[in-house]
Structure formats: structure tokens, C-alpha cells
């Protein structure tokens, strides 16, 4: 069974995972751990049979996982004592953002350790949320003092708060050399309560185990919250910093990247010759015309795409043409 916090989301990742089948598919309209469970006994009422695991496909954000996480305390099994599994299906998962990136990066330097382990630490407690969000379903008195939580404190500083998890990451190791999650939680979490401690523990070294894989971790500008809006960013072109990390096959079979050429031009170069360009960024259509003009230059189109989608106007002097063109463009914004 598929379960996602709204029927839009749930239509989403349909679309985009035509090849699922010999499952449900459902929306449980919110993150209750009720309607979860509810949806699971109504399958077994129609079909005689619970799923034997649920995937959780909720918001990628502090209150979808706090669902996921207590649905871990929820056990269903039918008479024959076939328990049902959960499984978390957040849209980019692994995902990180440059900013966050970065503030991690530079605690994590400064402490000694890698970057991904402090990463791990923040991605279990506030899903990296920016402003450190309670991702974790913690008691209140416990989630006021963690290390890592904001919840609304006015001395709260993030800075200090990622150095300070760093320095108890970088103390508590095994005899390996590895995090002691164990350890480190009961830093991060003053009190916190054995149970609430292992499920922690464990969510902070799944996370680290799979930052720490080939490809663990997705660097996005944007990350999606939810499944539909996933699905709109696959619709849409990437954004221009993602095009320059891209390399893109020309119709003779050679490879090609897209580059910077500075003063707003961009152009695709041959990738075994650098200085060999191949061609200017073209245009698919008048709205992406305009936004290319206006968010980087006249130069970084090609000049044909420029002519072909301007509307037909009578000739007028060159001053005037500029100012209907930058309306025009504008208006199409």
C-alpha cells in the first residue's frame, strides 16, 4: 500500500511510477496516524488481507516525517500474526540545498569531522528544515532542550547549534571510529527517553549510512516538499545553474556543456575542446525566449529564436523598439 497526505500527491507519484501495480494506492487527507491505520484495516475488510508493507510517500517536511516516525510505534497484524512493515517514500530524500550545505560544511570543518555525519544528526532531528523545525516527535520538554531544535527560543543560533552537535559527534566515537548515535543523542537530547533514543539513534545512522554511499546525497537548488510539486519540476527545464552542471549529446553523437561565457552569454562547447563552441542556447518557445532575454541577455539566445518569436509590429525607431520590447517581455513574465 501507498499512502500520501493528499489525492493530488498520490495521482503524482502514479504518474510518475506508471509500472506499479498489484498495490493501492490511497491518500489519507493529512498525517494522522489514524487515517494510516484505518486505510490498512479497510484493505483488509474489501481484500482479506492487511499490506505487508505500507509506504509512507508523506511531505518532505518536519510533519511528514514526524507521521512516518510515529507510525514506527504502530503495530498491525492480522490473526495469523503477519505484521505489516512501514517504509518511508519522502520525495527527494537525499536531497541538499548549497545554503544548507555550506553551514554544515563550515561547522563540521571546524570540529574535524565529516560534513555528512553532522548532516545525518540534523536531517533525523529537523529534516535540515532552515529554520530547525522539530522533525521528530519528541516530548515538548525534551524537544526545548535539544541542541538542535528551534522551538521559538530567542538565543537560539544556528551556527552555534551545528558546531555544538559537531564537537559531540567528533567526541563520541566507537572503537571504529564511527558516530556513536547512541551517545550522541543523549547529547543533542538531554533526557530523552531510552525508546525515544534507539528510534533516534537509528533514524541518524540510516541517514548517515546513506549520505556516506556513492551518490547519498542529491544537491538540488530547490527541494521539493511534496509529490506534485516534484512532478512540476520534472515538467519544467532545469534551472540555468543546473544546465551548467549538465552534459548534453549534439545530433552528431558528441558530447557538449553548456558554459558561461560572461556578460550574460551562454553557449554549449565541445567538451574534448573547450575553446570549440558549438552552439548558442536556443529557445523552445516564446515564453522561454523571453525569460532567457530577460533573466540573462539578448546574447545568451540564439538570434534566429529572437527574430522568430517577436511579434509582428510596424518598424518604429530603435528607442521606442526597446521600451514595447522590454514591456512585452515584461507582460510575458
Known sequence: MYVFESPIDALSYWTQHPELTNC????VDGTKVESVVNMAVN????????????????????????L???????????TEAEVTTFKPLFPQDNAITQTTYQGLKQAADQ???DWRELAAAAKATTNLSTNYQQAFPLPQAIAKSSVLINTGKTNFNSDEALLTAAKFIKANRTDDNKPNWDAITKKLNPGIEDHDRDHLAAKSSYYNTRYQA?????????????????AKLAQHPA?????????????????AQLVDKGQDEFALVDTKQPDKVVGYFEANDP?????L??????????????QKYQQTQPVKPQHQQKKQRASGLEQSM
Open 24 to 27: 493501492m494506492i490511497a491518500s
Open 43 to 66: 484493505m483488509y475488510k474489501t481484500k482479506g488481507q492487511l499490506p505487508a508493507t505500507i509506504y509512507v510517500g508523506s511531505d518532505n517536511d518536519p510533519a511528514g516525517h514526524q
Open 68 to 78: 512516518y516516525d510515529k507510525l514506527q510505534d504502530s503495530i498491525l497484524a492480522n
Open 111 to 113: 570540529a574535524g569531522i
Open 214 to 230: 556513492d551518490n547519498g546525497i542529491l544537491p538540488v537548488t530547490k527541494i521539493a516538499k511534496d509529490w506534485n510539486e516534484l
Open 239 to 255: 534551472a540555468m545553474d543546473q544546465q551548467l552542471e549538465q552534459t548534453y549529446r549534439c545530433q552528431d553523437g558528441k558530447t
Open 287 to 291: 515564453q522561454q525566449c523571453a525569460y
Open 293 to 306: 532575454i530577460k533573466q540573462y541577455g539578448y546574447n545568451a539566445v540564439d538570434k534566429e529564436d529572437e
